[in-house]
């Protein structure tokens, strides 16, 4: 049974930081390209950041490009979302999501397997 458990969320202050976490278990994780999207409220899911197999290959939505950093550590079957300077706009429910391909992709549609996702929220 595949399971992607997210963790550290919370609420902090604008221009402070949070670390996401996400385990996952019951898949090859070194074998799965890995996602974050976020949820906020009357929105779609959207992109945040994804990480290719090794690490090698990042991508971001602009809206958090230098501010967010993905990174992967696959002895620990585990993913991070490492964000900083927080604004009240990532207020959102994150989820993690894998996806078993080579390439890192941005559609939710890309991604099979979902954690049931971790509240963010950012005050201002």
């Known amino acids: 049974q595949v399971q992607l458990v997210e963790s550290g969320g919370g609420l902090a202050q604008a221009g402070g930081s949070l670390r996401l976490s996400c385990t996952v278990s019951?898949?090859?994780?070194?074998?799965?390209?890995m996602g974050w999207f976020r949820q906020a409220p009357g929105k779609e899911r959207e992109f945040v950041a994804a990480?290719?197999?090794?690490?090698?290959?990042?991508g971001y939505a602009d809206s958090v490009k230098g501010r967010f950093t993905i990174s992967r550590h696959n002895a620990k079957n585990t993913v991070y979302l490492q964000m900083g300077s927080l604004k009240p706009e990532d207020t959102a429910v994150y989820y993690c999501?894998?996806?078993?391909?080579?390439?890192?992709?941005?559609?939710?549609?890309?991604?099979?397997?979902w954690g049931q996702g971790t509240q963010v929220t950012v005050s201002s």
């Open positions: 019951g898949l090859t994780f070194s074998s799965y390209v």
């Open positions: 990480i290719n197999w090794s690490g090698g290959n990042t």
């Open positions: 999501a894998a996806d078993r391909d080579l390439v890192v992709a941005t559609t939710p549609t890309s991604y099979f397997y």
